[in-house]
């Protein structure tokens, strides 16, 4: 493939950035990878392994002269970075950000952008339950989708550069709005995040199971909750103070089920639960279909080393 | 390894009688088996596969001159089961089953065995979202936890025999008495059931976010709901029917700590989310060192065939 951005800036060497930097690398993507991160050590890890071309100690200085900025932080300081880089931004660059959350962006961000520079916030939906510089891996976004929020007036040349990129990448691109994106969001992510913690949190808390069995019996079921509830704490938090509405409305869609099932078990109605359980049988039938999980038992784990 | 039981036999041919079925030979630890099952079409795929040496019409059957039996049915079906099978069974011969709950057991079946022949239940913590009996395979119970639960008079040769056979399998085996099982189990499996269950059936309803949306986006942390919502609807709907008050118990402890923190959501408290994310890092940690899961990002999984 041939160089799409000339020098890309990245802002936050976690695992996001990490891909980036390795997936754009291995496809011939870019030319120069710039990358910055608040935190002294990230900036020395990234030093030692390669991650970018150059460490910065300012993200004002990552940016200077870069094609794309790609912010890779928290949701919750994106304005105070887009504050801080929008002075040093190169006129007709591009702007996106990798967040899980969007109209927060849009308006955080977004106010600070000048009119010279193209903002498509965006959103690949890939991950691990690990984190920091580190954890990077070139495959990350092969089968993922990335979803991008262009505005209305975004430039078409530089939307179609952006998903360019992403496909360079291995990744799937679709468009959407901010609102749709930050609902389908916490169907699919956000709310299942928070149901894990929480179920992690009770296993963690319960008295008279001790810790040590729950850890030992894990294996019927619990330890699927524990990945999730494993992510970073910060991005999380951050996602969930930011896209509050969306995650509370599924929230209470949530509770409302969740009393409908206990209230079958209490009455020992075993037609409604059967009829429900057989119902999302489909739901991950259609997951394989579609390529985004594996039909392997137990997700092809192998959970002892052989 | 030598013969442990000369003829066994595996009442209810799935996912966990067929993997004792290929484990069992695997080390050597039985001569003959027979098995049976209610469905022909199951009875019909076993003889195909070879799942047992014999398969015959009806439990009674499959029982005779059998030194251990298995019961490998549905909760609900049980106390049926043994009764049918009672007058049939070997003297000295030692019963045991693999049902997620144990207090119903302990009563349902208990009830109906003869006082000449040994009943220790029993709970291997091991299974696939995968049903039927094509679905078993040998290494299922490797490095997983199998609990007994012997009564106060339960002969100590027979416990040990029965305890070498599940070793012989690969597992680890544990004693302890019903109602502790049954309250550790809803922590660790059966209350997860319920609310990856519920999770996935709340995403299925929602009318904004299209069937295809769920689907497409899953990656972002709903898939990993979906492995578990898959799980066999009638092996589940008898779970929580037989262990009712645990399972609502631990229910209730959740949906209290996810309204405290839908509070800390609304209020936007980020310091509670942040720490409760961190505290729940620490089991997982703890499940990874106990060789209970994998520390793969993603469980290692290939979503996508290569």
Redesign the interface.
């Known amino acids: 493939m041939s160089v799409i951005y000339q020098k890309v800036a990245l802002i936050g060497l976690g695992l996001i950035a990490g891909s980036i930097s390795l997936a754009a690398r291995r496809s011939g993507l870019v030319g120069q990878i710039s990358g910055t991160a608040r935190s002294a050590e990230t900036r020395a890890i990234a030093k030692e392994i390669g991650l970018c071309d150059v460490v910065t100690e300012t993200a004002a200085e990552a940016v200077r002269d870069a094609d794309l900025v790609v912010l890779a932080v928290p949701v919750?300081v994106m304005g105070q970075i887009a504050q801080d880089i929008a002075p040093h931004l190169k006129p007709g660059a591009t702007v996106t950000d990798v967040g899980?959350v969007k109209q927060h962006v849009v308006q955080e961000v977004g106010v600070h952008m000048p009119d010279n520079v193209h903002f498509i916030p965006g959103h690949p939906?890939?991950?691990?339950?690990?984190s920091g510089p580190r954890?990077g891996?070139a495959g990350l976004f092969?089968?993922?989708?990335c979803?991008l929020i262009p505005g209305e007036d975004t430039d078409a040349a530089a939307l179609s550069r952006l998903r360019a990129f992403w496909e360079g990448m291995g990744a799937y691109v679709?468009v959407m709005d901010a609102e749709h994106h930050d609902?389908?969001?916490a169907?699919?992510?956000?709310?299942?995040?928070?149901?894990?913690?929480?179920?992690?949190?009770?296993?963690?808390?319960?008295r008279?199971?001790t810790?040590s069995?729950?850890?030992?019996?894990?294996?019927?079921?619990?330890?699927?909750?524990?990945?999730?509830?494993?992510?970073d704490?910060?991005m999380?938090?951050?996602v969930?103070?930011t896209n509050?509405d969306a995650?509370?409305e599924?929230?209470g869609?949530?509770?409302e089920?969740?009393f409908a099932?206990?209230r079958a078990?209490?009455t020992?109605d075993?037609d409604h639960?059967?009829d429900?359980?057989?119902?999302?049988?489909?739901?991950?039938?259609?997951?394989i279909e579609?390529?985004?999980?594996?039909d392997?038992?137990?997700?092809?784990?192998?959970?002892?080393k052989e």
Chains 1, 2 share one sequence.
Do not use: N
């Open positions: 919750g899980s939906l890939a991950g691990t339950e690990h954890s891996f092969e089968h993922r989708w979803l679709d609902l389908v969001l169907v699919t992510s956000h709310a299942p995040h928070l149901i894990a913690y929480t179920m992690v949190g009770v296993a963690d808390d319960l008279r199971v810790d069995e729950v850890i030992q019996y894990s294996a019927a079921g619990f330890r699927d909750f524990t990945r999730i509830a494993a992510s704490p910060t999380w938090r951050d969930f103070l509050k995650t509370l599924i929230l869609r949530f509770t089920e969740l099932l206990q078990i209490r020992g075993g639960l059967f429900y359980f057989t119902r999302t049988r489909a739901i991950r039938r259609g997951i579609a390529g985004q999980d594996t392997a038992p137990d997700f092809g784990r192998k959970a002892v």
